[in-house]
Every structure is written in C-alpha cells, then in structure tokens.
C-alpha cells in the first residue's frame, strides 16, 4: 500500500515517494533542513522580526499566490494550536523552499 500526504498547494495527495528522484531530492533535503532550523529557531524564540526582512513574504504574494496561502495556512495553524506566529522573514523562506520543490517537480 502507497502512502500519501495531502498537498493542499497541490489539492490533492501526493505519494511519499514522490521525491525519489536525485534532482528533486535535493530541493526536499534543502526544505527539510529549512524546516528543521525553522522549528529551532521558534521553539529558542530566535526569530527575527526585522521589518526589512520580508522582501520574500511581499513578493511571493504576487509571484507563488497559491503557495502563499499555504503556508499563511501553516501559520494559522501553529497560531492556533501551539500560540506561535512564523515571523514574515521565515514565511518568505518558507515560500522560496516549497516554491523552489515544487518547480522542479512540475518540471518531471
């Protein structure tokens, strides 16, 4: 039996294994490595809040508008669950990595 997560950027579910590929692997592993630093730094209370920080926030919302919601959506929920708020500087990264993956796999 194929696993699967739901891809709310993609809408639908997308198989586990999608990231077999050495290509694609690579933008997985720089996503998970962002995620891992990303849930440090909340957890620490290290993030930044720099007010100029946030070139990557402002233009994804022109430029990745459906990647941007969710991630505005994972924000929600970690707001709502945990009391924590992803600062505009992580959620720009954020949308650069998952923009970033998801590129590539198009590109299959």
């Keep these: 039996m194929n696993k699967a997560v739901y891809s709310p950027v993609e809408g639908n579910y997308v198989p586990l294994n999608a990231v077999a590929d050495p290509v694609l692997s690579f933008y997985y592993q720089r996503l998970i490595t962002h995620l891992k630093y ?3 730094r909340i ?4 993030q930044t809040d720099s007010e100029t920080d946030d070139f990557f926030y402002r233009i994804s919302r022109i430029q990745y508008p459906r990647i941007h919601r969710c991630v505005n959506i994972i924000d929600e929920y970690m707001n709502y669950n945990y009391n924590i708020h992803m600062s505009t500087e992580e959620m720009g990264y954020l949308v650069i990595h998952l ?10």
């Design 38 to 40: 990303l849930v440090f």
């Design 43 to 46: 957890f620490k209370q290290e």
């Design 99 to 108: 923009s970033a993956l998801l590129k590539r796999k198009n590109m299959k």
